[in-house]
């Protein structure tokens, strides 16, 4: 069994990297976005944990780190264990860093009971998952798994126009572990559900079958700035009526049923000038849509390109898309979704199978070997990407404790 | 006739105070928000000129200032010319600042043509007009005509919380006339029309009817900030959607014909958290509404209302709405639109009778004294709060020189 509190004052800790008071909810929130100097604050204190523990750390050149405890046979591809630290603006303490602290305290456990496993045991802490900063979504573990060339990943540029490779260079962050990394003998996660599902069906840990496919859409509609009362509607090219038009189609897809399970999110929107009597002159808006079924996803982004033509008719304007991050649903093997719930219900957990709703770096992982992942449930309808979301003491420890036995028997094998 | 040239030669020199380059169009804009340091420095570069000219200046409380020219019977009430010269973050050259020179502008004719008048002569430059900065249009004529009550125009703040009275204060501009002020004998204001409908016509002078009603609303949106992938449709709260059902609404109920004349304009939104994955949490949008009809005003911000609770209803929003301006429609008296007729005919310049989209000083000193405008054509569709605002020197010759004959008519009267 792990430790319960210590698992809990490690999450605790890290979530006192980049706290902020967020206005809108009246808690502490979590931002620590990747890259940035509050992310490698974050990175060194966990580091610092890891290096306590005695693990030996490496890094790739993307800036994941590996963090390895010696197997009985070190010449075996490790057991991987992981996720992420870096945040969205107005995160919580528990996305991603359940994961990584996670993986440590199973190491911790193993190092307390004096047990040795056959398999080394590494335990990852992955680069810009959340891709808010950056603009591309598990771009470390993509990276790290081959589906992104690291150079392309490098070049990616922040709002400010900052590189990630200028970041990374920066920080001093590129090691010499080369990408694709060697495939471990398998990769696990845990992390917090982020979605109502088990709370609400009242369950202990979700064994999660796996990953919805994620399309990222950049789109910047270019249309006139011109005065607010003296523009007649036949002269005006609106690109916030664009922007709109939009957001609304997109949520009548999602409500219309006709692509199965889609989710549609405009999250972000940029007018400019952006004053209120001018005319949106130009708008960026991103598209988020997540869907567990690849066929509709596709349907979905064609009809949606079609639609951009029809607002393009409509009012003037010109958009230009861009495809900021893509990936194909991922379906975790069987028998790794096994191993989980037999986990589980040895501890005398209650489980259910879920496909998870966010993107996961295990579902990049995936390329490369078998990979699973464990849920816990959050409160509050399962809340994330606020500074509300929230799983119990027990419920981490749950999750951990079904981490632990799994990555035994995995190290074992 | 006034000096073209000269007239040109202000308009150019202004136009580089606060000049920057706009990407958006590749041109040089003007960018001077109200009370702006770029702004005071627009104000020094004209006083200076005003000086010059022999003008004695004075501000009232609010910072307009009045720049006299004296009259024979220099008891007797002034003929009040002016305008305006902060602008929007992308305006061009032209607005508001023809008005204010112009007014200089016939101020110099009449001193290089030895011509005194019976009555003084003022030319003002009022203070916030565009209303971007702090909220709320024609904030400076509104204070001056007893519409605004001095303290609540003072504690209206910009985005920043910095405060109308605080930027006074700062820049030293708060004078010793009291406000409302005095009223003039008239007050004429020479503006780009910002329209297409004299350049339409083939028309050289518009002479305006009247300005028609303004509502501005400022919505906060409140939602919830959820995770875009792993919140479903019925746990979210969207406020982003909520924000472009509305726009869209709007738009709708411009085509729809209902409300006569009506235009309606989201200019600025501001999403938080503003990210890719992130249900947006909060939402800001500014409404801008336009009407000849103060009746059709009013009816189209009671459905608009209505529909805010559908919108409640619909998304589980909540949506506050304050509105930031509202004018009624103004007309501007027969006699003084029959006078710059009359002027501009006499000039063997065309003519037509519009009524401003705009709104303008003019129509607050309205409540004051007679008032009339005349506008001249702008070229490109007669866009403005664009950096493509452009009127030709001959077209602001013409308006100039009808409001020289305008202002000696009256000033005589
Ligand atoms: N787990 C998580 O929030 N990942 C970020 C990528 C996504 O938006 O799904
Ligand atoms: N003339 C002008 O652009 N005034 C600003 C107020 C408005 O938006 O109409």
Redesign the interface.
């Known amino acids: 069994r792990i430790d319960k509190d210590r698992l809990w004052d490690s999450l605790t800790e890290l979530g006192e990297v980049g706290a902020y008071h967020d206005e809108?909810t009246d808690l502490q929130g979590v931002r620590r976005l990747a890259l940035t100097d509050e992310d490698i604050a974050g990175r060194e204190l966990v580091m610092g944990w890891m290096r306590e523990a005695g693990l030996a750390l490496r890094r790739d050149r993307i800036g994941n780190v590996y963090a390895r405890r010696a197997g009985e046979d070190d010449s075996l591809p490790p057991v991987l264990v992981g996720s992420h630290i870096d945040s969205?603006?107005?995160a919580g303490r528990f996305d991603g860093c359940l994961g990584v602290l996670g993986g440590l305290e199973v190491v911790r456990t193993l190092d307390d009971n004096g047990i040795s496993t056959r398999r080394p045991v590494e335990v990852a802490i992955f680069t810009e998952e959340?891709?808010?900063r950056f603009?591309t979504?598990m771009l470390g573990s993509a990276v790290a798994a081959g589906r992104i060339q690291l150079a392309d990943a490098r070049s990616q540029v922040d709002r400010d126009g900052v590189s990630v490779g200028a970041e990374l260079d920066r920080h001093g962050l590129v090691g010499d572990v080369a990408v694709p990394i060697q495939p471990p003998h398998a990769y696990l996660e845990c992390h917090i559900?982020?979605?109502?599902i088990l709370a609400a069906g009242g369950k202990q840990i979700g064994v999660v079958r796996g990953v919805?496919a994620?399309t990222?859409l950049?789109l910047t509609i270019g249309g006139?700035?011109?005065?607010?009362?003296?523009?007649?509607?036949h002269?005006r090219k609106?690109a916030?009526?664009a922007?709109?038009?939009i957001?609304?189609h997109l949520?009548g897809m999602?409500?219309s049923g006709d692509y199965g399970r889609l989710?549609a999110?405009?999250?972000?929107?940029?007018?400019?000038?952006?004053?209120?009597?001018?005319?949106?002159?130009?708008v960026l808006i991103?598209v988020?849509l997540?869907n567990p079924d690849g066929e509709a996803m596709q349907r979905s982004i064609d009809d949606l390109q079609a639609y951009f033509a029809e607002v393009e008719e409509t009012t003037g304007v010109t958009i230009t898309s861009r495809t900021?991050a893509r990936t194909p649903p991922v379906d975790f093997p069987e028998h790794m979704q096994d191993l989980v719930e037999k986990q589980a219900t040895e501890l005398g957990l209650t489980c259910d199978r879920i496909t998870?709703?966010?993107?996961h770096d295990a579902g990049e992982i995936a390329a490369l070997s078998p990979a699973g992942m464990i849920f816990v449930p959050g409160l509050y309808?399962?809340?994330?990407?606020?500074p509300r979301e929230y799983s119990t003491p027990e419920a981490c420890a749950d999750g951990i404790n079904v981490l632990l036995r799994a990555v035994l028997e995995l190290a074992n094998s």
Chains 1, 2 share one sequence.
């Not at 006139?224 to 509607?233: E, I, N």
């Not at 405009?266 to 002159?281: A, K």
């Not at 998870?356 to 993107?359: F, P, R, T, V, Y």
């Open positions: 809108d969205v603006a107005t959340e891709g808010v603009g979504d559900e982020q979605g109502p919805q994620i990222w950049e006139r700035a011109a005065h607010a009362g003296a523009t007649p509607q002269l609106n916030g009526l922007a709109a038009m957001t609304v949520n999602v409500e989710l999110t405009v999250g972000r929107q940029d007018n400019y000038p952006n004053l209120i009597n001018i005319v949106p002159g130009n991103t988020d997540r900021t998870s709703g966010a993107g309808d399962g809340i994330s990407h606020n």
